[in-house]
């Protein structure tokens, strides 16, 4: 078979990362000739990046595994991201893979393919924590809709009690400014205005580089850029809410005034057994002051209910924070145990009926506050940027604090910025009318 008729699927797991860089392999394959194909029809090569922040994630990776070499049994199935970096012996004991390759070569997935049939060992992993520089990939990779999303840092040095990500990842290692700059030209001159910030650990970007480029300096030269209407940043440790930030935030109307949390537990004991170096005081001393001087400002969150030891006082604690900052969405994951971390060998695990309820009320709390959060747009005028337009005339899209708005009877185009009047709330979606285009 020659390498233009090579067709190629992939599968991704996790956060936005992965997603990145799997559209950096895809990018490159296609370059030399390869065809993408769904990955639920036949293809010569199944790639599925995997995730490995929960058991229910490698769960599902071995199940997608499986079910590609069902679709093609002569097919060549590869394993790469997270899981295929950490778990690497345990994943080629699966018939249906046939190569392994971990996040530590990940970069270097398209000349692997290129030589496949000269592999002689069907694992490619190296050590990821003698990795000290930052790994480029490919420009211009992820677009979702009218946004693109700049990969600015991988890895984190935190070891978390409860996470795999470091062992999977390595250690915090930062983009340099010249090369995410010349990103952020090459996609707004293909016209995109939105810009969402990811890494594995945003707050630690520069640390690691010998200059004093930190992550507020990095976003206030990524708004000086021309064509740039909107950031968005990605995630963010509570701690790393520094007053800088603040500040930059209050000055810079690109920035968008929306941050997704990594917020994990509100109570004093679990945060320190989860070794996250703050208390719920900073939690809410930081978010508060932030809201305080941003206006519009919204929050969502991911959160772990049943993390070892975690008494109906310290959860009540965590429910309490949460209720009194207010969030316009939540993520609620239930602790499960992830090998080589220190919360493993905790011997005070909480009952999964426990863990089950728990996260019940987080919910129910969840669909309260997001509620709360939207009925107060009511009446109110915000920006959304047109991301798509149904056969019925109504568009949908983002406002600035990262709401999700219908506009009825819209005369808009895609990736237009437009204001609109919120006239009303269906379910947590936000319904508007047209006021005008952003001039």
Known sequence: MSINTKKVAFYTLGCKVNQYESESIKNQLIK??????????????????????????????????RRAKKMNPDSVVIVTGCYAQTNSKELLEIEEIDFVVGNSNKSGLVDFIQD?????????????????????????????MSRAYIKIQDGCNNFCSYCKIPFGRGKSRSRSLDSILKEVEVLTKEGFKEFIIIGINLGAYGEDLDSDINLETLLEAVVK????????????????????????????????????????????????????????????????????????????????????????????????????IGFSDLHVFQYSDREKTLANTFTDKIDTNVKKKRAEILEGLRK??????????????????VEEIKEDGCSYGYSQNYLRVKTVEATSNVNELVKVNISNLEKELLIADEKGKKS
């Open 225 to 324: 850029q021309d064509g740039v209407e909107r950031v968005r940043i990605g995630s963010m440790y509570p701690d790393k809410i520094s007053d800088r930030f603040i500040e930059i935030m209050r000055e810079n109307k690109k920035l968008m005034p929306h941050l997704h949390i990594s917020l994990q537990s509100c109570d004093n004991k679990v945060l320190e057994r989860m070794r996250r170096n703050y208390g719920a005081e900073l939690i809410v001393e930081r978010l508060l002051k932030l809201r305080d001087n941003i206006e519009n400002m919204e929050y969502t969150a991911d959160v772990i209910v049943g993390f070892p030891g975690e008494t109906d006082e310290m959860f009540q604690n965590t429910y309490d924070v949460i209720k009194g």
């Open 32 to 65: 030399i000739g390869y065809e993408e194909e769904e990955f639920e029809n036949k293809s010569d090569i199944y790639i599925v990046n995997s995730c490995t922040v929960t058991s229910v994630a490698d769960k599902k990776t071995r199940n997608v595994l």
């Open 368 to 385: 309260e506050m997001a509620k709360e959060r939207r009925e107060k747009y009511l009446g109110k005028e915000l920006e959304v940027l």
């Open 116 to 144: 496949i049939e000269n592999k002689k060992s069907k694992i490619l992993t190296e050590n990821i924590f003698e990795e000290r520089k930052y790994e480029e990939y490919e420009f211009a990779t992820l677009r979702e």
